[in-house]
């Protein structure tokens, strides 16, 4: 069983940055794909980023590349969402996931999400 809590979400001009994070429970951390996702109000849940259990494999959303940052710290429990020169569009609900390595498609935990408002 992994427990995923979601914090540094906020209110912020377009433009702006803020930094999500993830802290698992666990001891196993290490064993699984992290992904961050999102849904805005009235729009169905959205990927945005995902990293291996390793670090070496990450993957972004096109909306997303060269704006957004994934990484993680296993020593830490915690995976990190750098999010840079957001856009009203960025809003939404955030939420991390986590994957068992395997089976890193199918994510079976998942966090209570972070409101990210973005104003324009």
């Known amino acids: 069983q992994v427990q995923l809590v979601e914090s540094g979400g906020g209110l912020v001009q377009a433009g702006g940055s803020l930094r999500l994070s993830c802290a698992a429970s666990?001891?196993?951390?290490?064993?699984?794909?992290m992904g961050w996702f999102r849904q805005a109000p009235g729009k169905e849940r959205e990927f945005v980023a995902k990293i291996s259990r390793n670090g070496i494999s990450i993957h972004y959303a096109d909306s997303v590349k060269g704006r957004f940052t994934i990484s993680r710290d296993n020593a830490k429990n915690t995976v990190y969402l750098q999010m840079n020169g957001l856009k009203p569009e960025d809003t939404a609900v955030y939420v991390c996931a986590a994957a068992h390595w395997t089976s890193p498609q199918k994510y079976d935990y998942w966090g209570q999400g972070s409101q990210v408002t973005v104003s324009s």
């Open positions: 666990g001891r196993t951390f290490s064993s699984y794909t």
